[in-house]
């Protein structure tokens, strides 16, 4: 079974710091990746996603990853974040369960907190 | 374009009763998922449908019940609430058969807890 592990529980930046979040799945064969993002009181939205080609994939609000196939991995970056990109940050994998419909499996999270 | 909607956003129920909760996906979206979340287990996968059929269903036992309708509204229920249940229950939605290339929208959850 696929799963998705992010090294980070808890990561605590000043405004203008570089961020880097890990992101680990296990291999399933084809593999589709997501980030999502969770601000306070805010629904999960999309930040950006790896179906395949260019393994460095730019989603919204400067964000990017990496997808290192020989690792396994699928890193968010940002190289200077913001006090509103405070929020928990979440990786997923999509997978097929049953040879019919798919999921997304996601990892546990990791919230963010940026200081001004 | 409306988002996902669900309702309602916050229930409290109390063990043993049942409970459902409403999704509605976006205006053309066909495939519906429902996502448990807790502090302890993070994001779960329950069940997902498309076209009033359930296609797949995560590991949660036998309570967890839904059901799609021919606009594709969804509807998830709980009975013989457990404490356990406690949680944000999550919708989300995608435009064709799910595949591992939709993207999924989420809506905003629905809080349950149970007392």
């Known amino acids: 079974a696929q799963s998705v592990s992010q090294h980070n529980h808890h990561v605590i930046l000043s405004e203008a710091a570089s961020l880097e979040l890990g992101c680990n799945y296990s291999y399933g064969g084809t593999v589709n990746l997501f980030w999502y993002v969770q601000y306070p009181g805010q629904h999960l939205q999309l930040l950006l996603k790896?179906?395949?080609?260019?393994?460095l994939v730019k989603g919204i609000k400067g964000f990017e990853a990496e997808f290192i196939k020989s690792k396994f991995s699928f890193n968010l970056r940002k190289p200077s974040v913001q006090w509103s990109d405070t929020a928990e940050y979440f990786c997923?994998?999509?997978?097929?369960?049953?040879?019919?419909?798919?999921?997304?499996?996601f990892g546990k999270g990791t919230t963010l907190s940026v200081s001004s | 374009k409306a988002g996902v909607t669900q309702t309602p956003r916050y229930l409290i129920k109390t063990r043993g009763q049942q409970v459902t909760l409403s999704c509605s996906p976006i205006?053309?979206?066909?495939?519906v998922s429902w996502y448990q979340q807790t502090p302890g287990q993070g994001l779960q996968f329950l069940f997902e449908?498309?076209?009033?059929?359930?296609?797949n269903k995560g590991n949660f036992p036998g309570r967890f019940s839904g059901r799609q309708f021919s606009n594709s509204r969804s509807e998830m229920n709980v009975s013989t609430l457990e404490l356990g249940d406690s949680a944000l229950y999550l919708c989300?939605?995608?435009?064709?058969?799910?595949?591992?290339?939709?993207?999924?929208?989420f809506g905003p959850g629905t809080r349950l807890t149970v007392t």
């Open positions: 790896y179906f395949s080609g260019d393994p």
């Open positions: 997923a994998v999509a997978t097929t369960i049953n040879q019919a419909g798919t999921a997304l499996i």
């Open positions: 205006s053309g979206h066909r495939s």
């Open positions: 449908y498309f076209s009033e059929t359930q296609r």
């Open positions: 989300a939605s995608s435009r064709k058969e799910s595949n591992l290339w939709n993207e999924q929208y």
